[in-house]
């Protein structure tokens, strides 16, 4: 099993970036996707998150609005586009794989995680 996580970088307040989580190994169509944060000394933070299909989709609060999940079964990815970045978006950005029925915003919910992409956005 795999998930890598791309598409981090640098960016000024106001810009946007797009993440992709790249999946192997199991049957990703089968399962929820989410994407959630960690920034330094804090812990890990529900972003958003996917449902298999019908693609039902949840955000967290501060995120609606700005980001969008999505997912491509057939190339085993799922994308967050972020827009209007802001400082507090600063974070390492992990995707996560869960066998869940609905969609769970607790990180113990998920199975498979990726390695994480640094965002940093700069005021």
């Known amino acids: 099993v795999q998930l890598q996580a791309s598409g981090g970088g640098l960016v000024q307040a106001g810009g946007s970036l797009r993440l992709s989580c790249a999946a192997s190994?199991?049957?990703?169509?089968?399962?929820?996707m989410g994407w959630f944060r960690q920034a330094p000394g804090k812990e890990r933070e529900f972003v958003a998150g996917i449902r298999r299909s019908p693609s039902f989709t949840y955000y967290t609060d501060s995120v609606k609005g700005r980001f969008s999940i999505s997912r491509d079964d057939a190339k085993n990815t799922v994308y967050l586009q972020m827009n209007s970045l802001k400082p507090e978006d600063t974070a390492v950005y992990y995707c996560?794989?869960?066998?869940?029925?609905?969609?769970?915003?607790?990180?113990?919910?998920?199975?498979?995680w990726g390695q994480g992409t640094q965002v940093t956005v700069s005021s």
């Open positions: 190994g199991f049957t990703f169509s089968s399962y929820v």
């Open positions: 996560g794989a869960g066998r869940n029925v609905v969609i769970d915003t607790s990180a113990r919910a998920y199975d498979y």
